[in-house]
Structures are given as structure tokens and as C-alpha cells.
């Protein structure tokens, strides 16, 4: 009898790099940029960083702020790492030590910039085309002089809808960034692709494109089937399998009563884990017996360290058997769906969590 405790993670950077690999033939006449932020989506900067700068000699990086720059910087010496929040007082110093580009999105932190200028960087400007968060809007950039806008060395703007291929905005975007381009900045490269902006096309990904969740595996292009391999597979051990009664309750506040006698599988994981507390009653697991997958309902509220599942149809299961959460047959997409939020916040969330145990795949 085997008795595990802790539930697994793996992480198969051989997949990630094939991924990368791929984006970068799709977008062939574009830089490729790998969007690391959020620890690499919660799967490991520094890892991540070091896989695709020696394995695929990436030399481009994006982070959301100036500390996660710094936490690879000894991974990738001589790349150059863009910081998406920009600067400001509480970063500035990490910028200096890090030889890091800042983002600059407003005419506040431009501003910032210029009284606080580091030698050798030219910083990004971030224009807004459609989407209405971070960016210069046109009356900004109309009051830049010949001299403000020489101190850039990039322009990049970002898609509001580019998992919507037929979408209206991506067209209303793309304009509006070629003219603005064209109208301020000239000369200067551009970058408007994320993942999702890849698969629209060349027209979009222009001089530089940020590969970040098609590349962790995600699929940025609902509206066809996912190119991408799977990166992420998870799984965790069975506790406990029980009979449960006809008429009997399950977990906490008893949301499930069991309509006839069922049997029960506690698995070793919950939404301490970053698995979604939606899941409960919805969602399902797998399990492998005698060279077949069978599907498990989540029953009962999930709690912070275990599921309980129905498991009355699944062949063989013991004790110590592992529950599979997932893997190629069952995606991040997937999980994102049935719990009513997407893939990306899935990953987030399972990948910071530091109760598994981490198993790199071809590291």
C-alpha cells in the first residue's frame, strides 16, 4: 500500500519551449518577447526565464514590475527585460541595479522619467488604442515635443478583444495604433501582439510580439482548436474512499445528499491549493484504472485541503491511487470553464501555491 499526503505539479518546460518555438514561426518576421510576469504565470521566473534564454535564445523578457525583472536578471545577463507597471520612487533603484526599460504609460510617470533618467535605457512608451486601461491618449502624446519623443525606443499598445478574431475592436485597435504610430512615432519599432494578437495575423504583430499565456499552453484562440501542447499537469492522492448511504450529506453546509448508496473518494487538495471553490458540485476529476480514464464528479463544498468525489463507478481505486486534476484530457481551459472564470486566473492561482510538490520535465 502506497500513502501519499501532497498533491503534484509538473510542469513540462520541453512543451513550453515547443510552444514558444511555434508562436515565434507564426509571428517569423517579428522579435518574440516571452512575458514572464506573475512568476512566469506562477510556474517559475527564474526557470522559465533561464529554459527559454539557453534553449531557444530568447533575448527579450517582459515582467509587470521591477522586481521580477531583478529576480532573473542573473538568468538571462544580456537581455533585455520590460517592466509592463513602469517606475516610480519604489523602484527606481531596482531599475539601476537591473539595467531594466520601463513601460511608461501616463505623462505623470514620464515626467518621473525624465528627472530620474538612467544612462544607457531608453524606455518604452505605452499608448491607448482601445482598451481604456494604461496608456497615453492622443491628447497626451499631441503635447510631447520633437525631444520627449527621442527619448523612446519602442512603441506598444494592447489588444481589448484579440480572442475574438471577428471582433470589431481588433480592426478599430490596429488602425488606431497605425495612425497614431505613424503620426508620433515613425521611426520607432512597434509592439501590439500578445498571444492572442499572434494568431490575428502579420498586420498585427508588427516589429515585436509578447508571448505569454498561448506559450504556458493556454488557448488564446477559443475560436479554433488549441495549437498549443499542455504544460501544466496536476494530480493528488487519494485519503480516503468510503461508502456513502442513501440519504447521507456531504461537506461542509450540505449542498450535496446522496439520491441513492454511492461511494466516496476525499483527495488530498482543495482551495488552499488554488483549486476554485465555483468547482464545488460542478467539476470533476479523473482517474487511471486497468489502462482506462474514468470521470469522477466533485460532490459537497470543496475545503481548503480536500474534494470529495463520487467515485462509485470507478474501477479498482485504493488508497493512495492518484485523483487527476490536470492533464492533456482535461486543461486549464477546461477548469477555467466549469468554474466560471478562464484558464489564466487557474494557472495563477495553482501555479504560486507552495504545497506541491514540483516536478520540472525536461528542465
Known sequence: MHI?????????LFNLLENFNQLTKLAKNSIPAAVI???????GAEIVAKTLYKKA????FFVA??????????KVPDAQIFVLQGIGEDSLACFE????IPVISSPQMFEFWKVHKISGIKPVIHIET??????FREWDLEKLSADDIKEFSMVMSHLACGDEKDHFMNKHQLENFNRLKQKYFPLLPASLAASDGVFLGQDFQQDMVRLGAAMYGLNTAPYRENQMKNVIYLKAPVLQIEDLP???FVGYSATYRANSNRKIAIISIGYGDGIPRSLSNVGKVFFKSKNQLFEARIIGRISMDN??????????????????????????????????TIGYEIVSRIGKNTRYIRHYINE
Open 246 to 248: 442513501q440519504g447521507e
Open 37 to 43: 510576469k506573475d512568476d512566469a504565470y506562477g510556474l
Open 4 to 12: 501519499f499526503t501532497r498533491p503534484i505539479l509538473e510542469i513540462n
Open 57 to 60: 535564445n530568447c533575448r527579450h
Open 307 to 340: 474534494i470529495i468525489c463520487d467515485v462509485t463507478n470507478v474501477e479498482d481505486l485504493n488508497v493512495g491511487d492518484w485523483c487527476y486534476l490536470l492533464d492533456d484530457f482535461y486543461t486549464l481551459d477546461d477548469m477555467g470553464r466549469d468554474a466560471g
Open 65 to 74: 514590475h521591477a522586481i521580477e525583472g531583478e529576480r532573473i536578471r542573473n
Open 130 to 135: 482601445g482598451l481604456n486601461r494604461l496608456g
Open 97 to 100: 541595479q537591473n539595467h531594466l
